[in-house]
T-cell receptor
Framework: KNEVEQSPQNLTAQEGEFITINCSYS?????LHWLQQHPGGGIVSLFM???GKKKHGRLIATINIQEKHSSLHITASHPRDSAVYIC?????????????FGTGTRLTIIP | NAGVTQTPKFQVLKTGQSMTLQCAQD?????MSWYRQDPGMGLRLIHY???????DQGEVPNGYNVSRSTTEDFPLRLLSAAPSQTSVYFC???????????????FGPGTRLTVL
């Protein structure tokens, strides 16, 4: 079965710390999404990437296709970054209609 | 644009009742999907559609029906609700994948369903 694993499951950090969330997957993919789910429940797309690195504000996402691994980094973390971060992959040969999701990393930033 | 809308936000059903969860998008997206989210598990695909008139099953389709008569709407029907269908349901849409170009996926706000 094609799998997606995230680590850690839970992460608590002090405001200002550098945060890293990891995602690994079992077989070849076409692309990978990073999503954010706020306590209210809504899900928003942060990044979609198939190679290299993307940056948006304090968020950076990287992917290593050969190692089947992606990371999401948050610099200068802030309490408003507290959320669940989810990675989702598009297996090779499929599109967005068939994403497989990780179980998420719950991030809590303490002021 | 309203994006992806879902109704209702909350619903309580009794075992055996049927209902339809509504999903609509105003972005002219070809792809639409229904997911359920349960504690400790990733979102799981129930049904999906790659265009009007075309639907297919995902990972956990049993107990659910869908139809796609228009590009905008993708309702999810629970035929005979069971406590195992207690979950949060998300609808999502995206433009069609074109070759190697994959697109961002847009999610609705979710429907929290409880089956007693």
């Amino acid at each position: 079965k094609n799998e997606v694993e995230q680590s850690p499951q839970n992460l608590t950090a002090q405001e200002g710390e550098f945060i890293t969330i990891n995602c690994s997957y079992s077989v070849g993919i076409s692309a990978l999404h990073w999503l954010q789910q706020h306590p209210g429940g809504g899900i928003v797309s942060l990044f979609m990437l198939s190679s290299g690195k993307k940056k948006h504000g304090r968020l950076i996402a990287t992917i290593n296709i050969q190692e089947k691994h992606s990371s999401l980094h948050i610099t200068a973390s802030h309490p408003r970054d507290s959320a669940v971060y989810i990675c989702a992959v598009l297996w090779r040969g499929f599109g967005n209609e068939k994403l497989t999701f990780g179980t998420g990393t719950r991030l809590t930033i303490i002021p | 644009n309203a994006g992806v809308t879902q109704t209702p936000k909350f619903q309580v059903l009794k075992t055996g009742q049927s209902m339809t969860l509504q999903c609509a998008q105003d972005m002219n997206h070809e792809y639409m999907s229904w997911y359920r989210q349960d504690p400790g598990m990733g979102l799981r695909l129930i049904h999906y559609s790659v265009g009007a008139g075309i639907t297919d099953q995902g990972e956990v389709p049993n107990g659910y029906n869908v139809s796609r008569s228009t590009t905008e709407d993708f309702p999810l029907r629970l035929l005979s609700a069971a406590p195992s269908q207690t979950s949060v349901y998300f609808c999502a849409s995206s433009p069609r994948t074109s070759g190697a170009v994959h697109n961002e996926q847009f999610f609705g706000p979710g429907t929290r369903l409880t089956v007693l």
